[in-house]
């Protein structure tokens, strides 16, 4: 059976994935078919004796470039038909959960990490879709690479053992989710909240529902529904 997703990544340092990927529940994943995971290497595709693949910006400035044509060579090797190609820069699209559904829906995807400085800038139109993992600067693409591959593999159905392990999660309704206990009841005099342990599931689905709202609008405002009335108001005008 051919995997359920197959990903390639455009990258000088293979083992920056290859290794934080082989663990857990992504390791388990490719070990059992879900996700199949190859590399190309820029520097495999350079011709001249030292295998060059970074050079100095034009215009000046400091540390180097990755070169277009190695990289151009290392993508071409790997793209099919199909493929979706994703740069991964900190200039990109901010990377979240609703891409993550989205990406997971394709057959080939293709991860372009840059090193160094970035990559000329005429490799860009390349890529399907350009992709930051959030506003700091890594110091290349293969991090980012691994946390877009780890959060859209654990959205492939049969990866994750519970079927709706992925439902009610962290940003999946667009809210943080409510804190977990687990046993014992009471630690280091500590008590889970009494709703909890109530067994009551509609009492449980309240709390819960009250504590993802309160703790999104504490610390991820930006994420918090509008309040009904606003919400009705705006959809008024
Ligand atoms: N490369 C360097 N920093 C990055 C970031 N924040 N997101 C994606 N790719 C990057």
């Known amino acids: 059976m051919p995997p359920a997703l197959k990903v390639d990544a455009v990258t000088l340092f293979p083992g920056m994935i290859d290794a934080p990927l082989s663990e857990s529940i992504v390791g388990r994943a490719r070990q059992e078919g879900f996700l199949e995971l190859g590399f190309s290497n820029p520097r495999d595709f350079t011709e001249d004796r030292h295998r060059t693949v970074d050079d100095r910006p034009y215009g000046g400035g400091t540390g180097m470039l990755m070169m277009a044509e190695p990289v151009y060579r290392a993508l071409k090797a790997v793209r099919k038909k199909g493929s979706t190609v994703i740069l991964l820069t900190p200039k990109g699209r901010r990377f979240d959960q609703r891409t993550a559904l989205e990406l997971a829906k394709k057959k080939h995807l293709i991860f372009i990490c840059g090193h160094y400085e970035g990559i000329d800038e005429r490799v ?114």
């Open 124 to 237: 860009t139109p390349l890529a399907d879709l350009e992709l930051s993992i959030g506003d700091y600067v890594l110091t290349g693409g293969e991090p980012a690479a691994v946390a877009v591959i780890d959060a859209v593999t654990r959205l492939i159905p049969g990866v994750l053992k519970r079927s709706d392990a992925t439902v009610n999660e962290t940003f999946t309704d667009g809210l943080l989710e409510a804190p977990h206990y687990t046993r014992p009841a009471v630690w280091r005099g500590k008590k889970v909240p009494p709703e909890l342990v109530s067994g009551n599931h509609k009492l449980i689905a309240e709390w819960r529902r009250r504590q993802a709202e309160s703790l999104t609008g504490d610390t991820r405002p930006d994420l918090a529904p509008a309040p009904k009335k606003a919400r009705s108001a705006a959809k008024k005008k």
